[in-house]
């Protein structure tokens, strides 16, 4: 049991550094996600997340695998993307679900293509699928920051996310707070795509914002336990994933997404808020 779980955490560095960087992703990309769900917008969490690929590609292009150039791009094309797929929808027929479909194929299109100009294959399984096992000091520096960050406006921005969830009419009548805060959480959610971008790729960075998420609201149904409950589920899902690529030789971030997905099964099937097995069969009511 001890080589399974800890030599290969305790002997290798590469490990420490990656299991530091999945922990800093769980805690700014788990709350995250719990609002994304519950605002019915978690299709919207992975168009986003294929939209920063331009920027990054651009990045790329530009100075090449550099974290400021690739960041920095990401954060440019995410914001570009979410501001012109509001104004489609606002301004024309096309709904906003929609908008954010079309951009998001042309986002992944030209970012593939862009890192292709100049590129190798391995390039780009980097840029898709990122290097979670080769994190540097920079890289673990961004992610804390970006996780401290998120923390942080979540508490000061609570309430009012919380009343946009529940009953956004009523938070227009009361206050002024919405468009801010809508517009806010969407660059806390570019931010953290941003962020698992460089250690999860593009393709796979929303998987621990809404893996983890999914997951926890078959366990509870108060959001603030299901924010604590994420953040554990995708620390888990992180080290499982690690040790899983370790031992069986398999690539690291499709297995913190796999082991992810297994947490998000087993809270399906076995969950006690709606999970399936509490469906068939329910607990006895109380008779006066």
């Not at 292009?61 to 509001?86: D, E, R, Y």
């Not at 609201?217 to 040790?243: C, E, H, P």
Request: aromatic share 8%.
């Amino acid at each position: 049991m001890l080589d399974l779980f800890y030599t290969p955490i305790a002997e290798f560095e590469f490990m420490q550094r990656a299991l530091v960087g999945v922990i800093a992703i769980a805690l700014g990309g788990g709350p995250v996600g719990v609002f994304l769900m519950l605002r019915r917008m978690s299709l919207t969490g992975d168009a986003m997340a294929h939209a920063i690929l331009p920027g990054a590609a651009v990045g790329y292009l530009v100075a090449g695998l550099s974290l400021p150039a690739m960041t920095i791009g990401g954060l440019f094309a995410g914001v570009i993307v979410a501001v012109a797929a509001g104004l489609v929808s606002r301004f024309t027929a096309l709904k906003e679900d929609a908008s954010l479909a079309a951009f998001y194929l042309l986002s992944l299109a030209l970012g593939v293509t862009i890192v292709s100009l100049r590129g190798s294959n391995v390039d780009l399984l980097h840029v898709l699928f990122g290097t979670v096992l080769a994190l540097d000091d920079d890289t673990l520096l961004l992610l804390a920051s970006i996780s401290t960050i998120t923390v942080l406006a979540l508490a000061a921005l609570y309430r009012p996310l919380v009343l946009e969830c529940v009953d956004p009419i009523f938070l227009r009548s009361v206050s002024n707070a919405g468009t801010p805060t809508h517009l806010i959480f969407l660059g806390l959610v570019v931010m953290n795509l941003v962020g698992g971008f460089h250690a999860l790729g593009t393709l796979l960075a929303v998987g621990m914002m809404m893996l983890p998420a999914a997951a926890s609201r078959f366990w509870t149904s108060d959001i603030t336990v299901m924010m604590l409950v994420s953040i554990a589920v995708g620390i888990v899902s992180g080290l499982s994933g690690l040790l899983l690529s370790f031992h069986a030789e398999l690539p690291a971030g499709p297995a913190i997404i796999l082991s992810a997905g297994a947490v998000y099964v087993i809270s399906l099937v076995l969950g006690r808020e709606g999970g399936l097995l509490w469906l068939v069969w329910p607990g006895r009511h109380l008779e006066a």
